[in-house]
């Protein structure tokens, strides 16, 4: 794997990594309410789980500590943040081209897809 | 710990499910004939086709052609032709639907698993050569055979997509590649594919005398009728009592969120059928189910700090999710089709959360009695839960965690195993109080039973209500009139 395309996919992860929290949070935030686990439980179960993959990742692990984690620009609220984070994570398997990063990868996208599914 | 081609198979069966979750809604399957949908039939029809080549020249190293060999051939070749059909204008893919996106992952999966096996052999003048010790059993007879039934599995899974999106001229191709991958079944296959493939499914055989104990598995159906509804919460709630200490970190992560749904369910259920007791003058089974409500928040409250403390675990993601998590969830969304004003009711960040009004969740005092019961049925799954989490912490569980997991454990496994011990005691206290609200919805019937005969159906009333002796329990599974079926067990 070439130096950049490793950069292009730490960054990638990073970029998942970072909306993945920002749902989380907002998801956590909902959950102070009570008796609203069953409209924000699996948003948040579902981020920390994919959360949990990507940083199973070889190229993730080496990034968190060094890097600052990067946003980008997203479209609005919880749903637009799961697009983005499946947008993000799609590429980053495209990118992956150790088998390791590729399964982490791949393992998240399972957990974006339902998490896509709980905010519908 | 390198990725295995297991490893790939599985994640790529899971993107195949999350395919089907896309594809079965109503609202959702317009997503098969989307223009990304229809480009990745054709993608995925290619990597199934370049597994069925490599099967088909065993990998390069075979000398002579087998009839195995001759189908994953013939395979290979409609696959390619399913492809071609479905290959569009490929210079302008546009972003993936979701649909889309899980087939993509799907194959992606497949591809880099059919990388590792090719990775065993190199090209040599005459085709692949094998490499390593493990090439001689990728290119097996047995080994072939498992291939081509993956194949074909996936083949038929991609079938349904396209028959969905309305590719007649797809379905054609991809129904003959399948005909050719499928095991031709002579004595010799079937002996091969069970030496090929330990599915998980050997370890419940083994445990075949305790499963027969357990009711038959009442899958959960759209619109659903209340009895089936209730008959299904009492079956998911014995398969989950019997399922024990969860394999994985991340079953039991889940498994402390949809507890916390079933707990607030259960207590919003509560709150409902106490303002229908108060409406039908059954002060008693108000006070008792005031009591039960009381420790149902309570036991809400615990779970919220079990989940919280799985939040701070790290789980590694070689750790699938067992079983029993479809029984906790068809049991959280059975329990909510209950309460909540949508018959197609699911958790999910936009749910419903009107709720149906009291006399339509419990017209009359024998309803109120059978909802109390999946109510204290329901309340059997905290309860199993926490006592097999309480005894797995004890026998050093959960597994499957990362190694930065493994330490955040440590430093909460103390309070963890606080959570699920509070979790189960108020898990139990409800239970009683539960139990005291049935028994007086019981006792009011017996003295008021005109309140009953004046319904249409006094017999079944009564049979239901549990007041015809124990033998009745026994007719649970038997008949499927009503009253038979309401019995509690």
Known sequence: ?120 | MGATFGDLIAVADVHWAETMEWLEPLELSWQAGERSTISELGQTALVLARYAERVGTGFGAQERETAAARRARLCAASLRETASVLQGDEESVPERCELARSLFMARQALGCGLDLLSAHFEVGERGLLPTTAQSEVIASPSSTEWLLTAVDGYASQLLRVVEKAGRTDAVAKLSEAILHAKPKRSPEDQGLRATTMPEPRAALEAGADEIELLPERIPLRGGEGRERALTGIRANVQWLEASGVPQSARTWRSLATSTLMTSEISGQILRLLMARCRRLDLPEATDALAEAEMAVGELADKWTGVTAVWREVSCDRRSQLDQMMSDAGELVVRLGRLVYADREWRPSANAVTKLVRPQVLAPEAVDVYMITRAVEDAIKAPVAVASNALAGLKSGQPTGLTPQGENQMKLRHERLYRGYLQARNTAAEAQQALGRATQFLVSADERRPGRLAAESFPFQAREALGLTGPEATRTRSRGPGKGARLTPG
């Open chain 1, 1 to 120: 794997m070439t130096n950049s395309t490793t950069r292009e996919l730490r960054s990638e992860l990073s970029i998942a990594a970072g909306l993945l929290k920002k749902l989380q949070a907002m998801a956590r935030t909902e959950l102070k309410t009570p008796g609203n686990s069953m409209r924000w439980g699996p948003v948040d179960l579902e981020a920390t789980n994919a959360l949990d993959s990507l940083s199973t990742a070889p190229t993730f692990s080496k990034s968190v500590e060094q890097e600052q984690e990067q946003e980008r620009e997203c479209r609005a609220g919880a749903g637009g943040l799961a697009a983005e984070v499946a947008a993000s994570v799609e590429k980053a398997v495209d990118l992956a081209q150790d088998p390791e990063d590729k399964l982490a990868c791949l393992d998240a996208a399972v957990h974006v897809s339902r998490l896509q599914r709980a905010l519908l």
